[in-house]
């Protein structure tokens, strides 16, 4: 998927015109559908928790875990491939469709195959790709990025629907009610599933001890691409593996309830391994696809690998009051909100992906939500400290000149309280220069961006600083006069 | 009497040291002795939310020299309070001299509205307001520390005042420090959904207790709403005094 993020900042702007009230709205509703389906775990706070304490062992295990994984995998008779990088995962997908004689793939909802670039890789080769799952149905359709990480058509109006519906799947009745559109959409991929070959799917959990592939989801479509077809295709990146099949059941649990308030999804779907000899269901071959593409470089780092606990819940997108205001398309790449805000730039490289670490307010929602534990707001600062270092293992740019000056001589002033008080004096007088009301309307210059719609207070004549040495000598004044007084 | 070393934060210092008063005189009021380090500067946010994190170790041992040896530091901050209890820690963990000291401190800095009403266990601060009120939830206030319940415990405590609901009170109000300047676009969206909700909740008057929403709260109102005004709860109870003592 072609990368925007340096457009972030125009994007936004975009997208901001449009004013998602629906995003705004949706937030509350969505929010207290979450609460209540956590509210149903004896201790929410605990359940978590204690998804917080999977994630991060299935981190710190990693590499062991893939090992124990694959083996247990290949004993239940799959096939693994360890891809490098984008190219290589997509590539080995694409010769495997052409030596099956493949013309068309079915998908389940994957967002490694956007990461890499399956569809485009496929399509160049002359296989023709077609998404299920509605919603990447309709963006597919539409030649749209995803909006959502879990919703990713969520934005597109219906009306916008009825019209794609009519002119590319022969919509014969105008409609606008939902069931009947998805029902349309059901009817065409229906044709699809009946004769597909290969089927290419996600993964949700890749557990270790038994080599079990996880899949949730609503719709019933990742059971069609994984079971009806010959040959399924199951692409994972590295971090989706736990180590027990009881901590993919609770993580399963705690992925329903903050992704979408559901306790469980329609349909859970454990693979162990293409059908057995004895079996009369199930893909003749099931080849699992991991895909690195530098997140073994990423592992490296310490602090920056906590990113990796992400299970794609996308609770972190409807929690952040950026993204209710700019939605999906401004973050510039596959991962989008929060999540896409500690991803991409370990995946793409600090230096392309400046705007997705700093715009943010810091505000902790993110935190609060995670159900993997991810410390969103310091990984953001690890990242700006990161270029500030100019790092070259996660691909760091060196900060401005004039940045780097104004905080040697910002850290002067903070550890030298006289030159700190002198500062604000000589400093004072150029701010307050076109001061109105004790109120300053516009400062030039770098503060622009905050004066647009806001003012703010004049610099205080006298400071905290001041005042509190003043009203000392007042005190002091006034307990001489009262000795003084007394005296008398 | 009780002492209590008081932070002074440096957009109070610069901007609003009339809310460092407030604060001084609420203490006074509550049989509280406050002392003020001439020392202090910044705790040094600033420096670490753009990743100068030597500049920032710089301010955090500066700030643990000053404070260091008080009993109870109090400010009237969430965020500055935030940044002393978790991030000098994680900031100077290579040093343990100075981990330790800062861990030590950690314990004994407070938010005001949680000093006031969990240490001192006071919620009457004589105030009266004859007037409906909403409070905003500050993020480093509310999701930082678990500070929620003890300002309005104290809103609640000022005869006359109605504390009426706030829509979306936790929500960010687009400050986040040099994001507002950086994204101006997307801060003056949150920040204009913020006045909204205020307009709409029928307050009188909006309340918070950190200093930087008050700037970009205040500060757009003042552009866009001018009769509209939202103050910090201390300096709301330091100028609502019953005995119509209005402190300045």
């Known amino acids: 998927m072609e990368v925007k993020t340096e457009q972030f900042s125009e994007v936004a702007k975009e997208e901001l015109r449009k004013a998602y009230t629906f995003l705004k709205a949706g937030a509350t509703f969505v929010r207290i559908r979450r609460e209540t389906a956590l509210s149903t775990f004896p201790d929410a706070a605990a359940a978590q928790a204690y998804g917080a304490i999977i994630r991060a062992e299935a981190i710190a295990r990693l590499p062991e875990l893939l090992e124990e994984f694959e083996k247990n995998a290949l004993s239940n008779g799959a096939k693994m491939f360890w891809a490098r990088d984008a190219n290589e995962a997509s590539q080995y997908i694409v010769r495997l469709a052409k030596e099956r004689g493949i013309k ?92 597909v070959d290969m089927g290419i799917a996600g993964v949700n959990m890749a557990v270790a001890e038994t080599g079990t592939i996880v899949n949730v989801e609503n719709e019933g479509n990742i059971r069609f691409n994984k079971s009806s077809p010959r040959t399924q295709i199951s692409v994972m ?10 901590d993919a059941l609770h993580l399963v649990r705690l992925l329903c309830r903050n992704c979408t308030g559901q306790k469980l999804s329609v349909y859970v779907s454990m693979d162990n391994g293409p059908k057995k000899s004895d079996e009369i269901d199930g893909p003749e071959e099931l080849i699992i696809v991991i895909v690195d593409n530098g997140r073994s470089r990423i592992y490296q780092d310490t602090i920056a690998r906590e990113a990796m606990r992400c299970i794609r819940c996308g609770a972190c997108l409807n929690g952040c009051p950026v993204y209710r205001q700019i939605g999906g398309y401004a973050y510039g790449w596959v991962y989008s909100g929060p999540m896409g805000q500690v991803l991409n730039p370990l995946l793409l490289g600090l230096e392309k992906t400046q705007d997705l670490y700093r715009a943010t ?67 004072r007088p150029f701010v307050n220069k076109e001061a109105h009301g004790g109120m300053l309307r516009e400062v030039g210059g770098l503060f622009k961006g905050w004066f647009r719609s806001r003012d703010l207070p004049a610099m205080a004549k006298k400071t905290f600083h001041d005042r509190w040495i003043e009203a000392q000598k007042t005190e002091f004044r006034s307990q001489k006069s009262e000795a003084t007084t007394e005296k008398i | 009497m009780d002492v209590v070393s008081v932070f002074i934060p440096c957009t109070v210092d610069l901007f609003l040291p009339h ?53 109870e530091v109090v400010s009237p901050s969430g965020s500055c309070v935030c940044m002393v209890k978790y991030h000098y820690p994680e900031l100077l963990s290579e040093e343990p001299q100075w ?109 918070l207790c950190e200093p930087g929403c008050l700037l970009n709260i205040g500060g757009f109102l003042s552009r866009n709403h001018p009769g509209k005004k939202v103050m910090h709860l201390a300096s709301f109870l330091a100028h609502y005094q019953e005995t119509g003592n209005n402190g300045q």
Request: hydrophobic share 40%.
């Open chain 1, 104 to 195: 068309y793939v079915t998908k389940g909802k994957s967002m490694v195959t956007e990461e890499i670039g399956l569809n485009e890789a496929l399509e160049k080769n002359g296989v023709k790709t077609w998404e299920t799952d509605l919603g990447e149905f309709i963006i597919q359709l539409l030649g749209v990025p995803p909006f959502h990480i879990v919703g990713p058509a969520m934005n597109i109006p219906v009306a916008k629907v009825r019209d794609l519906f009519m002119e590319k799947i022969d919509l014969k009745e105008p409609t606008s009610d939902p069931v009947q559109l998805g029902h349309a959409a059901r009817i065409f991929l229906r044709d699809k599933f009946h004769r």
């Open chain 1, 237 to 246: 990146s590295l971090e989706k593996v736990v180590p027990t099949l009881e």
């Open chain 1, 361 to 427: 307010t810091l505000c902790g929602s993110c935190k609060s939500i995670c159900p993997a534990g991810i410390d969103h707001p310091s990984l953001f600062l690890h990242y700006r400290a990161k270029d500030v270092s100019g790092d070259a293992a996660l691909r760091a740019k060196k900060t401005p000149m004039m940045e780097r000056i104004f905080f040697r001589l910002w850290m002067w002033a903070v550890t030298r309280y006289r030159l700190w008080n002198w500062g604000v004096r000589f400093v």
């Open chain 2, 19 to 71: 809310i460092g008063e407030a604060t001084v005189s609420l203490l006074r009021r509550v049989g509280v002795k406050p002392i003020y380090h001439m020392g202090q500067t910044c705790c040094g946010q600033p420096a670490i939310n753009a990743g100068y994190r030597e500049q920032a170790k710089k301010a955090a041992k500066h700030f643990i020299q000053v404070f260091g040896d008080d009993e």
């Open chain 2, 99 to 207: 981990r330790n000291r800062a861990e030590e401190l950690s314990l004994r800095i407070h938010e005001l509205s949680q000093y006031l009403v969990d240490i001192l266990k006071v919620e009457d601060l004589g105030a009266s307001f004859g007037g409906k009120v909403a409070y905003h939830e500050s993020c480093h206030i509310l999701r930082g520390l678990g500070v929620s319940e003890q300002p309005k415990k104290l809103i609640r405590a000022v005869k006359g005042a109605q504390l009426v609901p706030l829509n979306a009170a936790d929500a960010c109000c687009g400050f986040g420090g040099e994001f507002a300047n950086r994204y101006p676009d997307i801060s003056e969206s949150m920040v204009r959904d913020k006045a909204g909700d205020y307009l709409s909740s029928g307050a009188d008057l909006l309340l």
